[in-house]
């Protein structure tokens, strides 16, 4: 019999890991890819060698949601982005903008809203949840720019009707310069309340063609 070339042993060799990492990232939360990665080979016996990109990782999730998830994927992530809409509404003040698997698609029942909100004053931020009768516990999250530049930013993590919200809170000279996806290494996508508004408005005249 003869064996497979080296190039596809490797290519189903990544394709099993992504697979595998993707499942690990629905089933149990993680949302680190390297993290995610390392437990799809361990969980495979598989030692060091090539691994799939993180946009293979991401292909293979919104794969997952697809065939495992099937009806009911859709439900649950327009529940999460008409909750993205009512909290940046909420948030205005601070132009806000979603990122993240909410806004990509790839959110699992594991995911939480991410928010990207633009304020010289990281503490009004907390003040404004305050207001809002949001319990928000203080965090710092880790972003990279073009030219290799890394940056820690101040924010917050809450829960609101049983969501769960990240939101990063970044000087105003940033919101015209997005940070770099972890998925791509590109610029984040990003979009505001009404443009998340306008994609379920879409959304919603599709389904009902």
């Known amino acids: 019999m003869r064996s497979k070339p080296n190039g596809q042993r490797l290519d189903n060799r990544r394709a099993s890991i992504a697979d595998e990492a993707a499942r690990i990232m629905m089933e149990r939360g993680v949302t680190d890819y390297r993290l995610a990665k390392a437990k799809a080979c361990e969980r ?36 999460l982005r008409e909750a993205a809409v009512s909290m ?4 205005d003040v601070f132009n806000p903008r979603l990122v993240g698997p909410v806004l ?7 995911s939480a809203i991410d928010l990207h909100l633009y304020s010289d004053a990281p503490e009004a931020v907390g003040a404004q949840l ?17 030219r290799g530049e890394a940056e820690r930013v101040p924010g917050y993590r809450f829960y609101a009707e049983d969501f769960e919200y990240l939101a ?17 290494g590109r610029p984040m996508q990003r979009a505001n309340h009404r443009e998340v508004a306008r994609l379920l408005d879409e959304e919603e005249f599709l389904s009902a063609m």
């Not at 990509?104 to 594991?110: I, Q, R, S, V």
């Not at 809170?169 to 919101?175: A, K, L, M, N, Q």
């Open 44 to 79: 495979l016996g598989l030692s060091a060698g090539p691994l799939p990109s993180n946009e293979e990782v991401e292909a293979a999730l919104a794969a997952r949601n697809r065939i495992f998830r099937g009806d009911s994927h859709h439900p649950q992530l327009r529940r």
């Open 88 to 91: 940046m509404r909420r948030l």
């Open 104 to 110: 990509t698609g790839t959110a699992t029942e594991h």
């Open 130 to 146: 305050g207001a809002l009768g949001l319990e928000a516990r203080a965090m710092q999250f880790q972003h990279r720019w073009r």
């Open 168 to 184: 990063a809170v970044f000087p105003e000279r940033r919101r015209a310069q997005a940070p770099l996806s972890r998925v791509d």
